[in-house]
């Protein structure tokens, strides 16, 4: 696309370049805590009448970005349209979160699923990342993303959200074999999807790998580890993806951050378990990190989050390769007036920093 970027601190941050204050983005920051996306979400009635439609998709994606001086975009979508474009019928109960009405279970369910095509059964998503970019206007940099292999296939597997995924881990232990094959068919899928997504407009790619911090250290590196290096691989055999920086969120795995940094990434999310110094040395000048305030500090006071905003950078110090966000989604009943108080902090504070 020919447009400039005119704020390019996201992706000098993400090549570990100097900028001149941290970047900030929010993860969530389409959402139901700003009182203009309740009101699109009720003109559209449903959460995928939302997110299937580009035009409502592409408005929400722009609302916070009319408030705040954010440093990025993020694509308004779901991590489970893969599975929901495999024909698994996914929908949205009001305060249950999503179900599929044919979760995958058997043999003869895995051996079913295929790459689905990206611009027909996933066109509304890639309708929504140009009209983005073109609306952006090189204001910001678009984020595009991806649920990781293995998130998916526990919502596949349980057929709605769990505490514990409990049959997704039986299948791994049960069947390895089929598992497996689950996770390459998504794999390929979400290499595909994040390709098209570059083809589109996207200038970074992010992949959740929400509950990748449910597995122990074996099961961790067998089933989503080695599907999110089999992603880096393929993106970086994609003449358009190889040079669009992949950030990699896995909740909870802070431990497997060493090995996550050996994959070939550009940055790795890191959720607020853990001190950004101890994660800092742990990846050893490897990949930039992105994170990790506390999304319940936005709870608080203005002036503790001011205050807690500066210990997270103090964290990290002054060094490139930082991208400031949240440890997870920002939660819907936050005040909209401490999400601008966070961005406001953010660079005024590394802008003082540097």
Known sequence: MPDTLKNDRLLRALR???VDTTPVWVMRQAGRYLPEYRATRAKAGSFMALATNPELACEVTLQPLERYALDAAIL???????PDAMGLGLSFAQGEGPQFAHPVRTRADVERLGVPDMESELRYVMDAVRLIRGELAGRAPLIGFSGSPWT??????EGKGS??????????????????KLLDTLARSVIAYLGAQVAAGAQALMIFD?????????????????YLAQIVDGLKADV?????????????ANAHLAEMAQIGCAALGVDWTIDLADARQAVNGK?????????AVLRASPEVIRREVRRVLDSYGNHPGHIFNLGHGITPEVDPEHVKVLVDEVHAYSHRQG
């Open 76 to 82: 308004f979508s779901d991590i489970l349209t893969i």
């Open 287 to 295: 990949v930039a990190l992105q994170g990790n305030l506390d999304p």
């Open 163 to 180: 505490r514990d995924f409990a049959s997704a881990k039986a299948m791994c232990w049960n069947e390895p074999a089929l598992a497996h």
């Open 210 to 226: 929400t509950w990748g911090g449910m597995l122990g250290p074996v099961a961790f590196r067998e089933f989503s580890l080695r």
């Open 240 to 252: 358009q993806a190889r040079n669009v920086p992949l950030i990699l969120f896995s909740k909870g």
């Open 16 to 18: 570990r370049e100097p």
């Open 152 to 157: 998916l296939a526990c919502y596949m597997v």
